[in-house]
């Protein structure tokens, strides 16, 4: 079984410098279809075990294949061992809109990707991953040279960009295909700054022609964005304001001969204070195709996003620069408190001018001293529904009932409940109503077989045991 159209995929370039113009292509095999692009970072994916959520042809097949096959007593079983979507598509906060018919069976991954070059690897520094802080994005950064000629006026060669563009996901766009050569192309899309490689993906929908989809395999699919000399920053995701962080930048050097090098950390006054008893600038030598690291000691003074900048430099004959812009997010010393004040806005029916006004003051008492400067905010929640703030976590009440007696009853009666109410609010969710009606149906079973078996009040059944999935 295969799909209804090909979709052939590949890059202008298998290399490029960060900040660099790529050009991307697709050539479906029915003219006149959309073609979906998709790129994302594969160190990612690495981390993930090579499991991942994008489309390929063997999760479209899958999901229009037959499911189950029916079994003596009505009972079924599943005729696939794959599915489309698959389960971990829920951990990636995406809403699947789709005609096809979906199931929730385990997504087997595939095999963990594995690496030729020495230099994928080294994208780990110091056993953590190189995206570990919330990064500034620009959609648009300039075209990078590796260095510039001029020396920066300190002997030390000048820094022509600051790469600060490091999103996961680099490409979620959609052109149309030619009408007559089945072509779609993406022209100029800037290369990101982060150094790894880029998987590309694509799929191709047309009305009568169908669904085709990109072979995630084939190298033309594969870009790499890479630089011989650059610096890249340890930050944790947040910090506290006052506390003294430790910011680790590594040093990496694919080059045939050693270098000296000079890592700086830029000054920001008002944001954070350097009190490393180096100061701002060390000088360290790399070896040969070697990496090495220096670690700065920081204190941070504002509350939120807050950039730090680092830099590494050779001598301006030599002709290396590199610079990193990443962010910290610097959260308030002390202790969280949390005032929560509710109340009902009830406007009057009958009235009939469109335009009136209802002024509501809500006060919050903030406590006479103790309180952390620039830490007080406040939020505001307006839910249309008088049981809004009830039905949050009310899937929780959703158990299978168990113990003895009114134990029993306790567990059962939140069941029935919240199925009727979720079905009249129309928010009840078909894994909800399914585990809903699995436990009464449990509970049911259960007094049948107690009232053919045990001669005993039907007011006080037997104990039901907890089952084992719950305990």
């Not at 370039?13 to 594969?42: I, M, N, Q, W």
């Not at 594995?114 to 919330?134: I, K, S």
């Not at 996901?169 to 490689?197: E, R, Y």
Request: with cysteine; glycine share 8%.
């Amino acid at each position: 079984m295969a799909l209804p159209q090909s979709l052939t995929l590949s890059a202008s370039k298998d290399e490029v410098r960060p900040g660099a113009h790529v050009t991307v292509g697709a050539t479906a095999s029915v003219p006149g279809s959309r073609v979906f692009f998709l790129a994302y970072d594969a160190s990612v994916a690495l981390q993930a075990g090579g499991a991942g959520s994008a489309l390929t042809a063997e999760r479209a097949l899958a999901a229009v294949a037959p499911k189950e096959s029916a079994g003596a007593g009505g009972h079924t079983w599943s005729s696939s061992q794959s599915c489309y979507p698959p389960t971990d598509i829920d951990g990636a906060a995406l809403a699947v809109l789709t005609s096809l018919k979906t199931s929730t069976c385990d997504a087997h991954p595939s095999p963990p990707m594995m690496w030729e070059n020495r230099e994928e690897v080294d994208m780990v520094f110091d056993g953590q991953p190189q995206l570990m802080a919330t990064t500034t994005a620009v959609t648009s950064p300039e075209a990078s040279n590796e260095a510039g000629g001029g020396n920066g006026g300190s002997g030390l060669a000048s820094i022509t960009r600051v790469r600060s563009f490091f999103p996961e996901t680099w490409i979620w766009l959609d052109a149309p295909s030619d009408n007559v050569t089945g072509i779609a192309t993406l022209t100029n899309i800037t290369a990101p700054d982060t150094i790894t490689s880029w998987q590309f993906a694509a799929f191709a929908t047309h009305p009568t022609g169908g669904l085709g989809v990109s072979d995630p395999a084939t190298d033309s699919s594969l870009l790499r964005v890479f630089k011989p000399f650059f610096v890249s920053p340890n930050l944790p995701f947040s910090a506290i304001r006052g506390e003294d962080l430790v910011v680790q930048i590594g040093v990496f050097k694919y080059l045939d001969v050693e270098l000296e090098v000079v890592v700086e950390m830029a000054d920001s006054p008002g944001n954070y204070e350097i009190v490393s008893s180096m100061g701002r600038s060390a000088t360290v030598n790399v070896a040969a195709k070697g990496t090495t690291s220096v670690a700065f000691l920081v204190r941070p003074t504002r509350l939120g996003d807050v950039a730090v900048l680092v830099s590494g430099r050779t001598a301006a004959d030599v002709g290396y620069a590199d610079a990193v812009r990443k962010t910290v997010r610097v959260e308030a010393e002390g202790f969280p408190m949390e005032d929560v004040i509710n109340f009902v806005v009830n406007r009057d029916a009958t009235s009939t001018d469109p335009d009136s006004v209802e002024t509501i003051k809500i006060t919050s008492p903030l406590p006479a001293s103790g309180v952390v400067e620039g830490s007080v905010r406040a939020v505001l929640s307006v839910v249309g529904d008088l049981m809004g703030p009830s039905i949050k976590g009310l899937e929780r009440l959703v158990r299978v009932p168990t113990g003895c007696g009114e134990q029993n009853m306790i567990g059962l009666a939140p069941n029935v409940y919240v199925l009727d109410y979720l079905t009249q609010v129309r928010q009840l969710t078909d894994a909800i109503g399914d585990r809903a009606a699995s436990n009464i149906l449990a509970w049911k079973l259960h007094m049948h077989q107690s009232r053919g078996s045990v001669k005993r009040s039907l007011s006080f059944p037997p104990c039901l045991p907890v089952p084992k999935s719950y305990t």
